[in-house]
């Protein structure tokens, strides 16, 4: 029996994709593809599904019944390098498997991440966890000055402490959050679309968010079926909750989107009278909006 491979994803295998000032996304290995998806979920559903349905048309019914555990056939390994600040956010994905850099065991190299000026911006007046709005050059060269500053003179604490004798474990606590870490990173497939899903949302962090775009394009050479599945019905699918399906409804009926959100209970309008500015109503009227703009066939 042969091995099955992707010939494009093997080309892949090693190839360091960089991503932010000093960090990168390789794909180490892989096991399975499309079809091991689809030899998994013929065992379940016996051969009389390969009259029903293509291969195609098998995993995209999959995934839009949630039947996860075809996807779970596929695995993932990469090699990464990124700043601790990004690292906190990815670890907290527990379903990966994952073996770190020891900080205790080897000396930090001397890297930090420092943002380009165009990533340095204002703190989002919508999105407390975001940025927003560009800043005046002067306050972003500030930053991006003493980020420079902090980081050296962090790194000449930590060599000095470590010629001193100071363990490596407890050097590291000069380091700040922009120094590198680096990890192999272990997920199967349905796992690794559950962490696309939250880390490619405009909502993640930008930092991660280019981590998942690079693994993202990866995933879509080792499985192209499932990736345009999860695309479709994932990625830009809009979930509607009950009430938003009753101002839907009331809509398709004809009425205002006031008179829609009013039946259905999402508020616009605060007790004060002042329009809303977040909150149910408003994210409804966000999800219409990126209908209304949807392009996608
Ligand atoms: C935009 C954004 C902002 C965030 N902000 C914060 C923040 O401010 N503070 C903060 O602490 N975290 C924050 N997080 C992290 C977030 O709360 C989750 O911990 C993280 O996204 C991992 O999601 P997960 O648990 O679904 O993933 P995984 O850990 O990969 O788990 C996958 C799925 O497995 C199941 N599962 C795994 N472990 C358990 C368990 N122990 N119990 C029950 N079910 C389990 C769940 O169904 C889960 O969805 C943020 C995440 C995002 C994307």
Redesign the pocket.
Known sequence: MVRPSVPAADRLIGVRRPVLSHGFVALVDYMGNDAAIVQAARVSYGAGTKAVRDDRGLIRYLLRHRHTTPFEMVEFKFLVRLPIYVAR?WV?????SLNEYSQRYSVVPDEFDLPTPDEVRRQSSRNR?GRGDPLPPDVVERFRQDLTRVSAASYAAYQRALQDGVARETARLLLPLAYYTEWYWKCNLW?LL??LS??L?P???EEIRLYAAEIASMVKVVCPIAYEAFDDFVLHATLLGAKESVALSALLEGASVEQACARAGLPLVREDGKPMTSGEGIEFLEKLDGIKRSTRV
Not at 92 to 96: C, S
């Open positions: 956010q907290r994905h527990r379903t990966a966890q796992n559950h962490f939250l880390r949302d909502h993640a962090q």
